[in-house]
């Protein structure tokens, strides 16, 4: 079958992968589409550290073609949206209801493939620029079979960690004002979660002016292409500051750009030694830097309502998918998601 595998110095889309059946607990899943996200460019330049050799992606939609042993709530011919959290369920993180801290599904990668003789590696539990991959039960959310499946790839991880940081992490609410730096997939998503927990001002910053309208599309007030002019719009600064680029001179403005009480969430990635620094006086405000990962999802509970949120008209989905490429094409995804040129390019097989 085909996939894309990346071997520590190249990228390449191979016809000759093999992966294995679903054993107990576990769905073995056709992917239709899967979306090209930064992380999966983070890997192949160093940002994010990962085993090699791997099979890229990890926002990926298709449909279940045979379960393990003890799955009930998905069956073959399910539609399904795929999370990247392989949690066991049964820690006191799980149990707790924060999945994303569950120590069973961070760095922990299996090697489900083959290629010839070698094992080769899964990315974020999940692989989806893969015809086919095996996951974990908890990760496959079985989603309405009215929703494009190229839309609804972008949930398990734009959506999750975008919408999730701004609903489950910072908790906006009614009539706060927010500030996203970055307009990609991740900030759109940032964007129209704060839309739809009622914030009152919504202050987009890009350097490219060319994403004012998908920006305001998505439920930005205002847009800016430097963080100098956001206290002409919010004099105080603003109640929730989202840094979703990923660099540590950012991640400065965002914390001076807040107001008393104000929170700055992570959500970009910078390199895994990088370090930020920050005012200490300015925190006795009753400030806060929060990191955030994935959202704070439950994916079980979350895939679900933002497919509902969707079929209802308050989510969008359609609109992120800026471009659709044949798996083969994956050089000009990328090339296309390195240039800036896509909010979000899917692969399709």
């Known amino acids: 079958m085909r996939g894309v595998v990346f071997d520590g110095k190249r990228v390449e889309v191979v016809d000759d992968l093999e992966v294995r059946d679903p054993g107990p607990g576990e769905v073995l899943v056709a992917i239709s589409a899967a979306g090209l996200c930064h992380s999966d460019l983070s890997v192949v330049d160093g940002t994010i550290p990962f085993p090699v050799p791997v099979v890229l992606g990890h926002e990926g939609a298709g449909v279940v073609e045979a379960v393990g042993a003890g799955v009930t709530h998905v069956a073959p011919g399910d539609h399904v949206s795929l999370s990247t959290l392989a949690n066991c369920g049964a820690c006191a993180e799980c149990d707790r209801g924060r999945p994303t801290m569950c120590r069973k599904a961070i760095g922990r990668p299996g090697r489900p493939f083959t290629q010839g003789a070698r094992e080769v590696y899964q990315f974020a539990s999940n692989s989806a620029f893969a015809e086919r991959t095996v996951v974990k039960a908890v990760q496959a959310v079985r989603i309405p079979k009215d929703i494009p499946l190229p839309s609804a790839a972008l949930i398990g991880c734009g959506v999750l960690t975008g919408v999730g940081a701004v609903l489950n992490r910072a908790r906006v609410d009614r009539g706060?004002?927010?500030?996203?730096?970055?307009?990609?997939?991740?900030?759109?998503?940032?964007?129209?979660?704060?839309?739809?927990?009622?914030?009152?001002?919504?202050?987009?910053?890009d350097a490219n002016p060319a994403k004012e309208e998908v920006a305001r599309r998505f439920g930005a007030t205002d847009f800016l292409t430097s963080t100098d002019g956001v206290k002409e719009i919010l004099p105080d600064g603003a109640d929730h500051a989202f840094e979703c680029v990923g660099r540590v001179e950012l991640i400065r403005q965002a914390i001076d750009l807040l107001d008393r009480h104000g929170q700055a969430v992570l959500l970009g990635v910078p390199a895994a030694t990088a370090e930020a620094s920050f005012l200490v006086s300015a925190m006795y405000l009753d400030k806060s830097i929060l990191g955030c990962r994935y959202g704070s999802s439950r994916p079980q509970r979350d895939i679900a309502l933002y497919a509902e949120l969707y079929r209802a008209g308050r989510l969008l989905l359609d609109e992120l998918v800026t471009e659709t490429y044949p798996v083969e094409d994956f050089e000009k995804a990328k090339a296309d998601?390195?240039?800036g040129r896509v909010a979000r390019g899917v692969l399709t097989f």
């Open 176 to 205: 706060d004002s927010v500030l996203v730096i970055g307009t990609g997939g991740i900030g759109l998503n940032v964007i129209q979660g704060a839309r739809i927990a009622g914030a009152l001002r919504i202050v987009a910053v």
């Open 337 to 339: 998601a390195e240039a």
